[in-house]
């Protein structure tokens, strides 16, 4: 009965600490200490790029090209395939307002990654009406790579952005808001470009348990009707605007990695299984709970529609080197997970696999693949002091 009692004390420590009127801000903000206290960003890396004399960041360097002539932009192929970021405005036009104020733009991207979490717990709350579950997710979310890379991409790659704006228009109904949030994300990464059927497959599978009809008739009609419609809409006006501007300004333009599955290349493969589980941590857990109440209660279609879904996923993975920040665009597939459970499964249940989603999420070290033989570890911030410590003192531990 000790394991017992110590999980029947911990919600009920959960319930009571969230009891007064901006539980969720809480909530939100506590999520994000941890986060930030077990997968310490590499600011150094900022500072030094910040430095007169310091190690640039390529990517900065190439963002504040495209502000300053986003149609001929210097060194576009500056260091590492930067001819793939030609059709990424989203940072070049915060640069251009702000200046090219890097830290602004990060301070920027940090308040949309508690957003993130803060928007992604009310509507948690709002379907399973347990302040224990939305915890138990909000800590879980705030604990794997698309998360923590509000904080940690000090790079300027702006991943958080878009995932921000794909979840606003995951979570609206709005057709405005979600025409100009799939904007705003498609024009931060081509990753959202896709990304965007999984917003249909949101709809697909959130209408079919709201209509109560899980036909094949009723499935295609969610995908092209709708807010699924705008999505469809988005991409002809991205898809025209990006093929008028390629065929004006960059006519001889060409990618790098189109058609090449780096990561199954020997000198890559080593951070593809890794990674596969290193961006979903224990979100597995509720994705594949999920899928099991699906087979159980006999939605095939659904599993089908997922499953293509998720193949879509991991198949444009493994095209790009840094495969943990394309993964992490199927966020999608959690909140799925976590809303075909609350409608499935009893809220006992339910809170049982979000209570080991959450223990793994949070005691997982936080690694990713950036490529090239590249794994990265995000310590703590105590071994960051240490660090820190043994550069002070030189005493060479870590160099």
């Known amino acids: 009965m000790l394991l017992e009692n110590f999980y029947k004390l911990f919600f009920s420590w959960i319930d ?48 504040q090209n495209q502000a300053q002539d986003l149609f001929h932009p210097k060194d576009m192929a500056y260091d590492v395939r930067r001819e793939n970021m030609i059709f990424r405005w989203t940072l070049p036009l915060l640069s251009l307002l702000t200046n090219h104020n890097v830290v602004l733009i990060l301070v920027l991207q940090g308040i949309l990654g508690i957003l993130f979490l ?3 717990g009310d509507y948690i709350f709002a379907v399973s009406g347990d302040k ?22 000090v790079h300027g790659y702006g991943d958080e952005f878009a995932y921000f704006f794909l979840l606003i228009a995951l979570l ?18 081509e990753r959202a470009v896709v990304a965007g059927g999984y917003l249909l497959l949101w709809w697909i ?30 991409w002809i006006v991205y898809f025209g605007i990006r093929e008028y501007v390629q065929q004006k300004y960059f006519p001889d333009h060409s990618y790098s990695t189109i ?7 020997d000198a890559h493969r080593n951070g593809l299984g890794s990674s596969i589980w290193g961006a979903f941590e224990g979100t597995w857990l509720i994705m594949g709970a999920a899928l099991l109440s699906l087979w159980l209660t006999k939605r095939y279609l659904l599993i089908l529609a997922l499953a293509i879904g998720f193949a879509v996923l991991l198949a444009t993975g493994i095209f790009v080197h840094d495969i943990d920040r394309a993964l992490s665009y199927g966020f999608p597939f959690i909140l799925l997970g976590a ?13 049982l696999i979000f209570f080991f989603s959450t223990i793994i999420c949070v005691c997982h070290p936080q ?28 005493w060479n531990f870590f160099n």
């Open 16 to 63: 009571a600490k969230l009891t007064d009127k901006n539980w969720i801000w809480k909530l939100t903000f506590v999520s994000v200490f941890v986060s930030l206290f077990l997968a310490f960003p590499p600011y150094s890396l900022l500072v030094d790029h910040l430095s007169v004399y310091g190690s640039k960041l390529d990517a900065w360097v190439f963002v």
């Open 118 to 120: 803060k928007k992604a």
């Open 132 to 153: 224990v579950l939305t915890a138990l997710f909000v800590m879980s979310l705030a604990n794997i790579f698309v998360s923590v890379w509000a904080f940690a991409d």
């Open 172 to 189: 609206s109904r709005n057709p405005v808001v979600i025409f100009l949030s799939v904007q705003f994300a498609f024009f931060t990464d």
């Open 205 to 234: 599978v959130t209408k079919a348990y709201e209509k109560d009809d899980f036909s094949l008739a009723g499935m295609f009609k969610a995908a092209f009707t709708g807010e699924s419609a705008v999505v469809w809409a988005a």
């Open 259 to 265: 058609g090449t599955p780096v990561l199954l290349a």
């Open 339 to 351: 809303f075909i459970l609350l409608k499935t499964a009893s809220c006992r249940s339910v809170r």
């Open 367 to 394: 690694v990713f693949y950036m490529g090239y033989n590249k794994i990265l570890w995000l310590e703590p911030l105590p071994v960051k002091g240490l660090m820190y410590l043994d550069k002070v003192m030189s």
